[in-house]
């Protein structure tokens, strides 16, 4: 059986020791980046190893043009393909990300094996709160992988650009969907917004609120009947954030209720509003 969308705690911890099993931990702080390693080099899921956000899923900010990209802006495909060797992922490697923001991270990791073909991959519900809550343990020993022989495929995903979006603005046929705070989306955080607002006709779908109270995914038909709010039509949906990393949490939302089909823009908020030429709504 192949999980490729969410995993519970207890279905992992049935196979987290098998060969064939490739668990990443992918937390992070996006104030303080270093405390996603320090909590894993305290205490992870066994023999997990550590997705590091800013190095590992994202690459250089600066385009050859000198533009800028954003601040999450995806890496070269080929660096993250031996990145995933480098964790030992195989071509048939059940891989499962976890974090302890109820996804906010993991599925970072989740859309991204997606974009280089491979499917087994799924996102711990519940993070790390979920895991220990099941009275499950965790490990402090560093322990690395065999290097796995992981190939890229066929995209599973699509993107779109900042000039596509531009584009689309002139003739709107496709809705923006962004999966930042409201106080963000309406330009009220200067702390991780400096340039507040929004891309003018975007909707506004906090990533948290595809979560219950307790930091797992909502049920299917809770997420299918809100989400048609937002998209209706994913297929014409476009996913953005700050910097392309909580969209994917939408997105695997969207997976999860069976109404795949919306792109991500990579580049997200950070990026459209390096350039002050393209326009911006606030409030």
Known sequence: MRYTTLISAADLAQH??????????CRHDLVYPDAGRLAY????IPHAQFAYLDWDLAGGKTAPDGSFRGRHPLPDQAFFVEMLRRWGVNQHSQVVAYDAHGGMFAARLWWMLRWVGHDAVAVLDGGVPAWTGAGLWLSAELKGRLRGDFTAKASLVTTVSAADILADLKQPARQIIDARSPDRFRGENETLDPVGGHIPGAKNRFFKDNLQENGCFKPVW???EEWREFAASPAKAIMQCGSGVTACHNLLALEVAGMPGAALYPGSWSEWCADPKRPVEKG
């Not at 080099?41 to 992870?44: F, I, K, P, T, V």
């Open 16 to 25: 987290v020791l098998q060969p064939d099993w490739v668990v990443v931990d």
């Open 41 to 44: 080099e305290a205490g992870h």
């Open 222 to 224: 809770q997420l299918q």
